[in-house]
């Protein structure tokens, strides 16, 4: 039997409320249908019957070759249709008289609604019963605009406080942040949002964002203040987004509902490990909020579970820019008030398609010609075509909410459809489009389109001197447009006009190509909500019509479930080396020449060799180093042609450094000195004690003017040579660098910036510095798993792109890193046994050396992580006590690897044929004991060592190496 509802309805009773005018609502009662029952669950569930199958469909369809017969240049001269065929609601016009249609068949199609049961399906979704039958939920995107003292229920309850709850704590918070009373850590105000969300988490909140970026009432709120959307996965996109932001002004909002969706997720991680790296973890709760409903994984990432706003099962992604998935954003940068205006915009269409008759209903009209369009014309596509710059993302939105909802193949009841749904929606903002796309709108294929203009324009300019304003010339091509595609030109039009005969076919336009216009008063918040509302709801009436479910999308799942395949096949390959298998033959060989082929460093695209290719190169190279094996001989005496140079005397030698202009060398030594001398001369020209009692390392900043150093004591100390020495001689501390907690084992400038210094250290970490301020920029390892599981003994910056750089460590790895994302090490390096003592870039910045306790040199490819070369002792002279290397250099053309050892040798290796061209400890005046640094001037023409001696020794050669 049927079932009887109590409902309310809107009627048009006027309240006095400024300029607004405000529903009261009064019940009304109706009966459902055989076919639209609910079961015992309340469920709606409709009958097997399609609406193929009724009456009105089959009147349509023999419709349709009437139409065929009519132009729309002649329906164009019927000025009463043409009148008719014009609604205006609210300031906003539709006219749709240049769609194939006359008023007959707008008749067809009301007729064909009601068989479609449209007005009780629309009373269903209103009411909240469980229209989505395959979720068994309500769709209730009207409740989170509805005003607070409206009934919305789902399941019994009534919606509309909760909502109003979220939207209080979103406005008190909003308002907390930016007055500036919610700080960051570090007590600076967050003046930057980056949302985090994927789908309809990120394309509704990023198109009201743009639409309001140059609206001028919401631009003037948002005055200072960034808002950036992060949603793929793609790391570009995250470099993009964090590029030029401070973690101490950033605030990141996670949108995930249960907080496992994969993309998101791996976003929000990399967001926190880049604001913790830089900022310590209890920032996190400081900086991150989220929007979910799950508050045990909230809390268990770090997030304070009193800074989540929840949204509701009976909200889709797609229809959620009206939660906080896009309130809470837009509010931290607009203000709620504005937000607020938006959501008011949206609820007047709400209630005009709940409440207005279905022959003067926005979204009715536009749905049932959607519908005329798709399935009865066969046009398949729909370009939304918006005379706007600011509603440059509301076609990406609205192509995800009609084609996710639409998209379907089978009835509500899992019956196959015997006629196509769903449209195939693109666009651009014109004039732009008419540059891209509108050659094929014009003479391709046929394109129903939807032009959307406004009267008044965000941002007006008028030229002194030209015809029109700059808003009227947009304006101008928003109005001719459409005239073209209905009225085209044809060849008599063209020979009349003295067009050449063989070009008459070419300029022919055949016209008779449906459009409509919407045209709005303005683009501030309230029509913007408007405008989103109508579509919303124009997308729910096709669902209707088709008797499909509009508010599922299991055509997504598929794919995800795959990839998760895809995922664990990759983290095996790259990690064990397993190979590719469990695929067809398609994907395995495609996945097999990836895997071998291309890999993708933090958004910059890196090209590989696979192995077959390595071993073909290096047959090729071989045989080339043969033939000049002898000329390489020759060369070797003539670079090697060794001018004795200074010794100059001191302590236990640990590090040196050479000043760009190579005249300079500063050392560090156990004795807690730092020592600048003059490599020509063999004088001191500065001497600095330390409170350190064991200086580690030191380096020249790229000026030569300063210098850094670092020891046991875990700080790294500036001094400024220029400084005015004290009464002791010494030179005050410009700037002491705090923070790690082990000590400083190495140190290195950044090239060409004197205020940029890494470090490496004992705490497992390496870091990133601003000289100028002491602050630390990054953080690279400790607690992240990428990270070293040992003491940092060494760190080398890539000449070639200063944002790499290579570190290596006590755990018998070198690891590459990018110093714009911090949260993670690009690539490991394996094959030492033992720790690795010093790394050192070669001159091309593709490839890079260690040195180890293993007693070998390794030559790595720092994209691929191939091992190109090894280079031991015990190869070079079959010695079974093989001693340790303490620091390499490369000469500058990177033919040669100086290797310091700790029995005192010094091999200079030719790193192409891996063999030993001269042990300088061997020579007359060397070490007499461990070889603890090295290294080459910038030109290449000295080599400096240092040693446990006591001595640095300085070699200037013939020839630049």
Same mark, same amino acid.
């Given at each position: 039997?049927?079932?009887?509802?109590?409902?309310? $309805?809107?009627?048009?009773?006027?309240?006095?409320?400024?300029?607004?005018? +405000?529903?009261? =609502?009064?019940?009304?009662?109706?009966?459902?249908?055989?076919?639209?029952?609910?079961?015992?669950?309340?469920?709606?569930?409709?009958?097997?019957?399609?609406?193929?199958? #009724?009456?009105?469909?089959?009147?349509?369809?023999?419709?349709?070759?009437?139409?065929?017969?009519?132009?729309?240049?002649?329906?164009?001269?019927?000025?009463?249709?043409?009148?008719?065929?014009?609604?205006?609601?609210?300031?906003?016009?539709?006219?749709?008289?240049?769609?194939?249609?006359?008023?007959?068949?707008?008749?067809?199609?009301?007729?064909?609604?009601?068989?479609?049961? +449209?007005?009780?399906?629309?009373?269903?979704?209103?009411?909240?019963?469980?229209?989505?039958?395959?979720?068994?939920?309500?769709?209730?995107?009207?409740?989170?605009?509805?005003?607070?003292?409206?009934?919305?229920?789902?399941?019994?309850?009534?919606?509309?406080?909760?909502?109003?709850?979220?939207?209080?704590?979103?406005?008190?918070?909003?308002?907390?942040?930016?007055?500036?009373?919610?700080?960051?850590?570090?007590?600076?105000?967050?003046?930057?949002?980056?949302?985090?969300?994927?789908?309809?988490?990120?394309?509704?909140?990023?198109?009201?964002?743009?639409?309001?970026?140059?609206?001028?009432?919401?631009?003037?709120?948002?005055?200072?203040?960034?808002?950036?959307?992060?949603?793929?996965?793609?790391?570009?996109?995250?470099?993009?987004?964090?590029?030029?932001?401070?973690?101490?002004?950033?605030?990141?909002?996670?949108?995930?509902?249960?907080?496992?969706?994969?993309?998101?997720?791996?976003?929000?991680?990399?967001?926190?490990?880049?604001?913790?790296?830089?900022?310590?973890?209890?920032?996190?709760?400081?900086?991150?909020?989220?929007?979910?409903?799950?508050?045990?994984?909230?809390?268990?990432?770090?997030?304070?579970?009193?800074?989540?706003?929840?949204?509701?099962?009976?909200?889709?992604?797609?229809?959620?820019?009206?939660?906080?998935?896009?309130?809470?954003?837009?509010?931290?940068?607009?203000?709620?008030?504005?937000?607020?205006?938006?959501?008011?915009?949206?609820?007047?269409?709400?209630?005009?398609?709940?409440?207005?008759?279905?022959?003067?209903?926005?979204?009715?009209?536009?749905?049932?010609?959607?519908?005329?369009?798709?399935?009865?014309?066969?046009?398949?596509?729909?370009?939304?075509?918006?005379?706007?710059?600011?509603?440059?993302?509301?076609?990406?939105?609205?192509?995800?909410?009609?084609?996710?909802?639409?998209?379907?193949?089978?009835? @509500?009841?899992?019956?196959?459809?015997?006629?196509?749904?769903?449209?195939?929606?693109?666009?651009?903002?014109?004039?732009?489009?008419?540059? #891209?796309?509108?050659?094929?709108? %014009?003479?391709?294929?046929?394109?129903?389109?939807? =032009?959307?203009?406004?009267?008044?324009?965000?941002?007006?300019?008028?030229?002194?001197?030209?015809?029109? #304003?700059?808003?009227?010339? /947009?304006?101008?091509?928003?109005?001719?447009?459409?005239?073209?595609?209905?009225?085209?030109?044809?060849?008599?039009?063209?020979?009349?006009?003295?067009?050449?005969?063989? +070009?008459?076919?070419?300029?022919?336009?055949?016209?008779?190509?449906?459009?409509?216009?919407?045209?709005?008063?303005? +683009?501030?918040?309230?029509?913007?909500?408007?405008?989103?509302?109508?579509?919303?709801?124009?997308?729910?009436?096709?669902?209707?019509?088709?008797?499909?479910?509009?508010?599922?999308?299991?055509?997504?799942?598929?794919?995800?479930?795959?990839?998760?395949?895809?995922?664990?096949?990759?983290?095996?390959?790259?990690?064990?080396?397993?190979?590719?298998? &469990?695929?067809?033959?398609?994907?395995?060989?495609?996945?097999?020449?990836?895997?071998?082929?291309? =890999?993708?460093?933090?958004?910059?695209?890196?090209?590989?060799?696979?192995?077959?290719?390595?071993?073909?190169?290096?047959?090729?190279?071989?045989?080339? $180093?043969?033939?000049?094996?002898?000329?390489?001989?020759?060369?070797?005496?003539?670079?090697?042609?060794?001018?004795?140079?200074?010794?100059?005397?001191?302590?236990?030698?640990?590090?040196?450094?050479?000043?760009?202009?190579?005249?300079?060398?500063?050392?560090?030594?156990?004795?807690?000195? /730092?020592?600048?001398?003059?490599?020509?001369?063999?004088?001191?020209?500065?001497?600095?004690?330390?409170?350190?009692?064991?200086?580690?390392?030191?380096?020249?900043?790229?000026?030569? %003017?300063?210098?850094?150093?670092?020891?046991?004591?875990?700080?790294?100390?500036? =001094?400024?040579?220029?400084?005015?020495?004290?009464?002791?001689?010494?030179?005050?501390?410009?700037?002491?660098?705090? &923070?790690?907690?082990?000590?400083?084992?190495?140190?290195?400038?950044?090239?060409?910036?004197?205020?940029?210094?890494?470090?490496?250290? &004992?705490?497992?970490?390496?870091?990133?510095?601003?000289?100028?301020?002491?602050?630390? @920029?990054?953080?690279?390892?400790?607690?992240?798993?990428?990270?070293?599981?040992?003491?940092?003994?060494?760190?080398?910056?890539?000449?070639?792109?200063?944002?790499?750089?290579?570190?290596?460590?006590?755990?018998?790895?070198?690891?590459?890193?990018?110093?714009?994302?911090?949260?993670?090490?690009?690539?490991?390096?394996?094959?030492?046994?033992?720790?690795?003592?010093?790394?050192?870039?070669?001159?091309?910045?593709?490839?890079?050396?260690?040195?180890?306790?293993?007693?070998?040199?390794?030559?790595?490819?720092?994209?691929?992580?191939?091992?190109?070369? $090894?280079?031991?002792?015990?190869?070079?002279?079959?010695?079974?006590?093989?001693?340790?290397?303490?620091?390499?250099?490369?000469?500058?053309?990177?033919?040669?690897?100086?290797?310091?050892?700790?029995?005192?040798?010094?091999?200079?290796?030719?790193?192409?044929?891996?063999?030993?061209?001269?042990?300088?400890?061997?020579?007359?005046?060397?070490?007499?004991?461990?070889?603890?640094?090295?290294?080459?001037?910038?030109?290449?023409?000295?080599?400096?060592?240092?040693?446990?001696?006591?001595?640095?020794?300085?070699?200037?050669?013939?020839?630049?190496?």
């Amino acid at each position: 039997g049927s079932h009887t509802i109590l409902r309310f $309805v809107v009627l048009p009773v006027l309240l006095l409320s400024g300029s607004r005018t +405000l529903p009261i =609502f009064f019940p009304r009662s109706y009966s459902l249908t055989p076919d639209l029952t609910k079961n015992n669950k309340g469920t709606v569930m409709a009958s097997a019957a399609l609406i193929c199958d #009724s009456e009105p469909w089959k009147d349509l369809k023999e419709h349709v070759n009437v139409i065929e017969k009519k132009h729309l240049r002649d329906l164009m001269n019927d000025v009463e249709r043409c009148q008719s065929m014009m609604v205006e609601i609210d300031g906003i016009l539709l006219d749709y008289s240049r769609q194939r249609v006359r008023l007959d068949t707008i008749g067809k199609l009301l007729k064909l609604a009601e068989a479609a049961r +449209l007005r009780q399906k629309i009373d269903m979704m209103y009411n909240g019963d469980h229209i989505n039958s395959t979720e068994n939920r309500s769709v209730l995107h009207i409740a989170l605009r509805a005003p607070r003292d409206k009934v919305i229920c789902s399941d019994g309850k009534n919606v509309v406080p909760d909502v109003w709850y979220v939207l209080d704590k979103i406005k008190e918070f909003s308002e907390r942040v930016r007055s500036g009373s919610w700080v960051g850590a570090t007590g600076k105000a967050l003046k930057d949002v980056v949302a985090i969300g994927i789908g309809g988490s990120f394309l509704g909140p990023l198109f009201v964002h743009n639409a309001l970026q140059t609206d001028p009432e919401a631009a003037d709120c948002a005055r200072g203040r960034q808002l950036r959307f992060l949603a793929n996965v793609d790391p570009v996109d995250v470099a993009r987004n964090i590029s030029g932001l401070n973690p101490e002004t950033t605030l990141v909002v996670v949108v995930s509902k249960t907080f496992t969706t994969a993309e998101t997720m791996l976003n929000a991680r990399t967001m926190r490990e880049w604001i913790s790296s830089a900022l310590g973890t209890q920032a996190v709760a400081k900086h991150m909020v989220a929007v979910s409903t799950n508050l045990t994984l909230v809390e268990k990432f770090g997030i304070d579970p009193a800074n989540t706003f929840a949204f509701w099962d009976w909200v889709g992604g797609r229809y959620s820019v009206c939660s906080a998935v896009g309130v809470l954003p837009l509010s931290l940068q607009y203000g709620f008030p504005i937000v607020e205006k938006f959501l008011n915009g949206a609820s007047n269409i709400d209630n005009h398609f709940y409440s207005a008759s279905f022959e003067r209903n926005l979204p009715v009209l536009l749905g049932l010609l959607s519908v005329w369009n798709v399935t009865f014309l066969g046009y398949p596509a729909r370009a939304i075509l918006p005379y706007s710059q600011a509603l440059e993302k509301f076609a990406p939105h609205i192509q995800q909410v009609s084609m996710e909802s639409n998209g379907k193949g089978v009835s @509500i009841d899992g019956i196959p459809l015997p006629f196509e749904t769903g449209e195939i929606d693109f666009g651009e903002p014109g004039t732009n489009g008419q540059h #891209s796309f509108y050659q094929l709108i %014009h003479q391709g294929r046929v394109v129903p389109c939807d =032009f959307i203009g406004s009267i008044k324009s965000q941002q007006p300019i008028y030229l002194k001197g030209e015809v029109v #304003s700059n808003h009227d010339e /947009l304006m101008s091509n928003f109005f001719a447009q459409p005239d073209a595609l209905a009225y085209g030109k044809s060849p008599e039009q063209l020979l009349q006009d003295s067009v050449p005969d063989h +070009l008459v076919p070419h300029k022919t336009f055949s016209g008779n190509r449906p459009s409509l216009s919407l045209l709005l008063p303005s +683009l501030d918040a309230y029509n913007i909500g408007k405008l989103l509302a109508i579509y919303e709801h124009r997308i729910a009436v096709e669902g209707f019509i088709w008797g499909i479910n509009s508010f599922d999308q299991w055509g997504v799942e598929l794919g995800k479930v795959l990839a998760s395949q895809v995922r664990k096949q990759l983290h095996l390959s790259r990690t064990k080396r397993e190979p590719v298998q &469990g695929f067809n033959f398609s994907t395995t060989t495609l996945l097999t020449r990836y895997l071998e082929e291309e =890999f993708l460093i933090f958004g910059y695209w890196v090209w590989l060799m696979s192995f077959s290719e390595l071993k073909d190169r290096h047959v090729a190279a071989t045989a080339t $180093v043969n033939t000049l094996r002898d000329r390489l001989n020759e060369k070797r005496q003539q670079l090697l042609d060794t001018d004795g140079g200074p010794v100059l005397s001191g302590a236990l030698v640990y590090s040196l450094d050479w000043t760009p202009e190579k005249n300079r060398i500063v050392s560090a030594s156990q004795d807690g000195r /730092l020592i600048i001398w003059n490599a020509l001369t063999s004088q001191k020209t500065h001497a600095i004690k330390l409170p350190c009692a064991w200086v580690m390392t030191c380096a020249f900043a790229p000026n030569g %003017h300063s210098v850094a150093c670092g020891g046991l004591d875990s700080e790294c100390s500036i =001094f400024n040579l220029n400084s005015q020495v004290d009464r002791d001689g010494n030179i005050p501390v410009s700037r002491v660098l705090t &923070g790690h907690k082990g000590y400083v084992s190495s140190c290195e400038f950044v090239r060409d910036q004197d205020t940029r210094l890494i470090t490496g250290s &004992g705490d497992q970490t390496c870091v990133l510095w601003d000289v100028t301020t002491g602050q630390r @920029i990054s953080v690279f390892g400790g607690e992240f798993p990428s990270g070293h599981t040992s003491d940092v003994l060494s760190i080398s910056i890539n000449s070639s792109n200063s944002n790499m750089f290579v570190s290596g460590s006590c755990d018998a790895t070198a690891r590459l890193w990018d110093t714009r994302i911090a949260s993670r090490a690009i690539r490991t390096y394996h094959g030492h046994h033992g720790d690795v003592n010093s790394v050192k870039f070669f001159p091309d910045g593709q490839r890079f050396g260690t040195g180890s306790d293993d007693g070998t040199c390794r030559l790595f490819d720092m994209r691929t992580g191939h091992q190109l070369q $090894v280079y031991s002792q015990q190869q070079a002279n079959n010695d079974q006590d093989i001693p340790i290397v303490t620091s390499i250099a490369f000469s500058i053309s990177g033919r040669l690897l100086f290797a310091g050892y700790s029995n005192g040798d010094c091999y200079v290796w030719d790193t192409l044929l891996a063999e030993v061209v001269v042990n300088l400890g061997k020579l007359q005046n060397s070490h007499e004991g461990r070889i603890s640094c090295l290294g080459l001037s910038a030109d290449g023409s000295a080599l400096c060592t240092g040693s446990w001696d006591k001595n640095l020794k300085v070699s200037f050669r013939s020839s630049t190496l």
